[in-house]
C-alpha cells in the first residue's frame, strides 16, 4: 500500500499522516487543519519539520535518500532513520531525559516523530553568541559515562554486547561518512574539501604531506574501525546538542554504532575548544567574551574530570559485564590491582579522547562540513587565524598525544595556542 511505502512528505502529506497517529494529534491539539508546519532543517542530512497545534508541539525527522548538503549524486541509505531511533530508544534507557522523548517511528518512510524540544537552540548557536550553560558539564558527563559504560563489556554480558553490535553494524554507510571524512580526506586532495583561502593554503598543503600526521590519523582510523567499546552516539558535536540554561538534550544519534568511547568524548572537547580558539573572532569589543571564554576552558576540564568521576562510580557499582570477572580480584590485594586498572583504562582511554579529539577540529577547518563557529566570521584573515591556531593545538594533540597528561595541559595548550 501507498502507507507501506516511502515517500518524501511535504506539508499537506504530513498533516494527514500526523492526524492518524492519535498519540500525537493528542499532543498537538485542535484541529490538524489549525496545525502549523515549518520545515527547519538547518543540518546536512535530513528534513525537520516543526508542527505546533493548540497543546503542544512536535518534531518530524524524515531521512531523503541522498545527503541534503550535496544532493541527489550523493545517495545514503534510509535505515539510517531506524539506527537514529534505535539510538534514540537505547539512550533514552541509559541516560533517562538526556534525549528527546520518541513518539513514533515509521521504518518505511524513514521517519521519526519526537518531542519537540522548546524553548532549546542548538549549543553551538549559544556559545558563538558567548552564552555560558551552567548545567552542560553535568548533564554531558552523564549522558556520555552512562550511554557508554552501560553498553560496554564492563556492563553487559557477552552475548548481550554482540547483539548489539549486530542491531548496529547494518549502519556502514554513516560510519563510511566518518571514515572518509574525518580520517582520510582532510589530509588529501579531494574536490570537495575547502578551507579558508588563501591564508590556510600552506598548512593545507603542509597537513597532506605531514607523514607523522599521516600515521596517527591513520591509527585513529583503525580504531574507529576496529574497536567496538560501547555504543557511541558517532556525531556528538554541539549542533547535536539543543540546550536552554536549565537543560541539555543530545539528539541526532543517526551515526550511532558499536565504536570507540573516545570518539564521542572528543567530539565534545573538540566542540568546545572550537568554541574557544573562534571566541576572539566574536569579539567586538576588548574583553567583552573573556568570561565567556574561562568558562570553556572550564567546561573543557570539567566534561573530562567529571566523566572520568562518573565512569568509574558506574565502574565500582554496575560492573556486570563479562570483563574483569570479580573472581580473579579477589581480595585486599586484587580490589586495589584492579582500582590501579581502571586508572590505567582511564589514561589509555584519555589518549584516544585526545586523539580524536583533535581529528574532529581538522576536519571542520580543512574537510567538507565546516562549522558556524568559525565560518560566522566575517572577516576571512581574522577566520583564518583562529582556524590556523587550531590546527596548530591539534596537530600537536594528535601527534604528540602522549605528551598530554591531563585534562590541563590540553586546556593550557589551548589557552598558549592564542
Ligand atoms: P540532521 O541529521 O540533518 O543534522 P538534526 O537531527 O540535527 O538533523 O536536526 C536538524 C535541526 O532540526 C536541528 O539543528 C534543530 O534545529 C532541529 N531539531 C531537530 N530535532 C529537534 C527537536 N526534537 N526539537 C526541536 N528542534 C529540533
Ligand atoms: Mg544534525
Ligand atoms: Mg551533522
Ligand atoms: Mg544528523
Redesign the pocket.
Known amino acids: 500500500s501507498r502507507h507501506g511505502e516511502y515517500r518524501v512528505l511535504h506539508e499537506a502529506d504530513l498533516r494527514d499522516y500526523l492526524a492518524a497517529l492519535p498519540e500525537v494529534a493528542a499532543r498537538l491539539g485542535g484541529a490538524p487543519a489549525s496545525w502549523s508546519i515549518s520545515e ?9 519539520f ?1 508542527v505546533k497545534g493548540a497543546a503542544g508541539g512536535v ?1 518530524v ?1 524524515q531521512a531523503l535518500p541522498y545527503v ?1 548538503l550535496v544532493g541527489e549524486s550523493w545517495p545514503l541509505p534510509l535505515s539510517r532513520s531506524h539506527y ?1 531511533y534505535l539510538a534514540l530508544t537505547h539512550q533514552a534507557r541509559l541516560a533517562p531525559g538526556l534525549v ?1 522523548d520518541v513518539l513514533h517511528h515509521n521504518e518505511a518512510l524513514a521517519l521519526v516523530v ?5 524553548p ?3 549549543m553551538r548557536k549559544g556559545l558563538v553568541a558567548g552564552t555560558t550553560y551552567p548545567r552542560f558539564v553535568d548533564d554531558i558527563t552523564t549522558f556520555l559515562a552512562r550511554t557508554l559504560f552501560l553498553s560496554s563489556d564492563l556492563a553487559v554480558t557477552a552475548a548481550e554486547k554482540k547483539e548489539g553490535i549486530a542491531a548496529f553494524a547494518g549502519n556502514h554507510a554513516l560510519c563510511k561518512i566518518t571514515e572518509d571524512l574525518i580520517f582520510t580526506d582532510p589530509y588529501r586532495i579531494v574536490e570537495q574539501n575547502r578551507w579558508t583561502q588563501p591564508w590556510l593554503d600552506a598548512i593545507a598543503a603542509a597537513f597532506r604531506e605531514d607523514l607523522d600526521l599521516h600515521v596517527a590519523i591513520s591509527r585513529l582510523k583503525l580504531k574507529f574501525l576496529n574497536a567496538p567499546e560501547a555504543l557511541i552516539h558517532g ?1 556528538l558535536h554541539t ?2 546538542i ?1 540546550v536552554t540554561e536549565s537543560q541539555t ?1 543530545v ?2 544519534p ?1 551515526f550511532a554504532f558499536y565504536g570507540p568511547m573516545g570518539f564521542d568524548i572528543g567530539a565534545v572537547i573538540a566542540n568546545l575548544l572550537m568554541a574557544y580558539l573562534a571566541s576572539s573572532g566574536h569579539k567586538r569589543s576588548p574583553g567583552d567574551r573573556r568570561a565567556f571564554e574561562a568558562w570553556v576552558l572550564e567546561t573543557v576540564e570539567g566534561a573530562w574530570t567529571d566523566f572520568v568521576r562518573k565512569f568509574l562510580e558506574l565502574w565500582r557499582t554496575e560492573a556486570k559485564g563479562d570483563a574483569y570477572p570479580v573472581t580473579l580480584f579477589g581480595g585486599e590485594a586484587g580490589a586495589a590491582r584492579l582500582e590501579a586498572e581502571r586508572q590505567v583504562y582511564m589514561a589509555r582511554l584519555f589518549q584516544d579522547t585526545v586523539g580524536f579529539s583533535a581529528a574532529k577540529i581538522i576536519r571542520r577547518i580543512l574537510g567538507l562540513a565546516h562549522n558556524i563557529d568559525f565560518e560566522l566570521i566575517e572577516d576571512p584573515k581574522r577566520r583564518a587565524i583562529c582556524e590556523a591556531r587550531s590546527l596548530r593545538l591539534a596537530r600537536a594533540m594528535m601527534v604528540d598525544a602522549a605528551s598530554f597528561r591531563t585534562i590541563g595541559a590540553v586546556t593550557k595548550a589551548a589557552r598558549d595556542a592564542r
Request: proline share 3%; glycine share 10%; no cysteine.
Open positions: 527547519v532543517g538547518d543540518g546536512n542530512l535530513n528534513l525537520v516543526i518534531a525527522k541534503r537514529e528527546p519526537m518531542e519537540l524540544l522548546e532549546h537552540i542548538i556525531d549542533g547535536s539543543m538534550k539528539i541526532d543517526e
